[in-house]
């Protein structure tokens, strides 16, 4: 059978009327944004576009990989830029086809005509999908890491950066007479006073008068962004194009749930985001906190867990009762104690809902996904509400399983001895400490806590902390699923 021809522009108007969202009108470019990944084209792209289509307004996408993924840049510039979001819920999927990114880039290859873009007044936001260990942070002070070697080059080479603070100074400097709104989509605490801090101390490092006129004149937002968007598979491939009658070699698959909440300070203006349902608030905190320990926080647990167990998604691992019930009490007795912030939060009815999506049959999110970068991940989600928990003299078995399984995850064998590969910038050191240290409990979380860039000073040189991971790395010992048992 010859294939259906590839999805492009030249398709729309053949295309079924529920593919598409109504109201459309072509909008010139008005967003870059960096990290062109399945989740940003599942969640703030799809937002985008309904926001467009609702209201109108010149709110395109440029999307930039920095992977130097020429691969990925040419497979979407191939389709004019045009994907399939497969939702996939319960009761069958849904697929719409986004028409929002206007333009792909990769660096380097691409640097001119991005640099020229960002010097485009026209831009108004430049937004962030670039995943924890992409702002290059040293997680002691929260500034750059000068000694993060792609920082050093940018340093040394401010007009040819790769890194993202590297891009967005070099770009503000050409927009210092109308600045863009920068706006940060990963799931960083506090991610918009983040990213500022990133850029400012990456800036001061060049010319402090360029760092104190970002600090005062550049808007940087926080946002909480949810939605769960699993890789690409073949499968997808084929029911996007089935569902479409072209192919598209660009789908993204995720769970029928989305939420975004977005402070409301964009000096240059944005899209009618309000429309497209996002919730457009003063202060974002309690709705990241939330969603980054509750989810983000559980996420972690079971896929260090079901790593160790031998479980490969995430829908398996919560199918078993044991784990669900080990999550559910982590939830309630744990981790919506250290969120008593959020009056507004419903924390149980929040926790139901999360372990309903964690059930979904139909997406097949691969745990091994979501171990991945454990050492920009484990701080943010699991030590956040670890270190608020040693302060008010409260327990914390679950939470303190949950990184001595990391730490375990860490040796690179599931409790049958099946290999796995560790995939995190700080691999080489996180595995040495692991498989240097003597096979006791006590040395692996000696050497663990030793890691300066996961476990501050403070936190690795707290007893009640070491106690409660040598306690749980006791239990483990005995398997993974031996642990969930006595923890449930
Ligand atoms: C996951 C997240 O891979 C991971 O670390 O925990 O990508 C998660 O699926 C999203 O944050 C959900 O909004």
């Not at 491939?237 to 769970?255: H, I, K, N």
Request: proline residues 8%; aromatic residues 6%.
């Amino acid at each position: 059978m010859t294939p259906a021809p590839r999805l492009t522009r030249h398709a729309l108007p053949k295309l079924t009327a529920h593919l598409l969202s109504p109201g459309w009108r072509e909008p010139d470019i008005g967003i870059v944004h960096l990290g062109i990944g399945n989740f940003h084209r599942a969640h703030q792209a799809l937002y985008t576009e309904q926001a467009v289509a609702a209201a109108g307004g010149d709110w395109g996408i440029c999307g930039v990989t920095l992977k130097a993924d020429t691969g990925k840049r040419d497979a979407l510039a191939a389709q004019h830029g045009l994907y399939s979001i497969v939702e996939r819920g319960r009761d069958g999927e849904r697929v719409t086809v986004a028409r929002i990114v206007r333009e792909v880039l990769a660096l380097p290859d691409d640097r001119a005509p991005l640099f020229e873009r960002l010097a485009d007044p026209r831009v108004r936001i430049v937004s962030l999908t670039v995943t924890e260990k992409g702002y290059c942070r040293d997680p002691e002070t929260g500034d750059v890491d000068p000694g993060h070697p792609d920082i050093a080059h940018d340093l040394a080479h401010p007009d040819a950066p790769s890194t993202v603070p590297g891009i967005l100074v070099a770009a503000l400097r050409r927009r210092m007479a109308d600045p863009f709104t920068v706006l940060c989509c990963d799931n960083l605490a506090h991610n918009g006073a983040a990213t500022r801090q990133v850029v400012a101390s990456y800036a001061r490092a060049l010319d402090p008068s360029m760092a104190d006129w970002i600090v005062e004149n550049v808007a940087f937002p926080s946002t909480m962004v949810d939605r769960i968007v699993p890789a690409t598979t073949e499968a997808d491939r084929e029911s996007a194009s089935a569902a479409l009658g072209y192919t598209d070699l660009m789908p993204v698959p995720c769970e029928p749930f989305r939420q975004w909440v977005v402070e409301d300070r964009f000096p240059g203006g944005r899209p009618a985001w309000e429309k497209a349902g996002v919730q457009m608030v003063e202060d974002v905190t309690p709705f990241e906190l939330a969603k980054l320990r509750m989810l983000n926080g559980t996420h972690s647990t079971i896929a260090y867990l079901s790593m160790l167990a031998g479980i490969e998604t995430v829908d398996a691992a919560i199918g078993e009762k044991p784990i669900r019930q080990l999550i559910h009490a982590m939830m309630t007795e744990e981790i919506a104690p250290t969120l008593s912030g959020a009056p507004s939060l419903d924390l149980h009815a929040y926790r139901d809902a999360l372990l309903q999506r964690y059930a979904n049959p139909a997406l097949k999110h691969r745990c091994a996904q979501i171990a991945m970068d454990g050492s920009q991940k484990i701080p943010p989600r699991l030590l956040g509400p670890i270190a608020e928990r040693l302060a008010a003299g409260q327990p914390f078995p679950r939470l303190a399983l949950a990184v001595a399984a990391w730490m375990r995850f860490l040796r690179g064998r599931a409790d049958d001895g099946a290999p796995y590969e560790i995939s995190d910038p700080l691999a080489a050191r996180l595995t040495h400490a692991a498989l240097a240290a003597a096979d006791t409990p006590e040395a692996l979380a000696d050497g663990l806590l030793g890691i300066r860039e996961v476990f501050p000073e403070a936190l690795a040189g707290n007893r009640v902390l070491r106690d409660a991971l040598v306690r749980a790395l006791s239990v483990l010992r005995e398997g993974a699923r031996h642990a969930i048992q006595a923890s449930a």
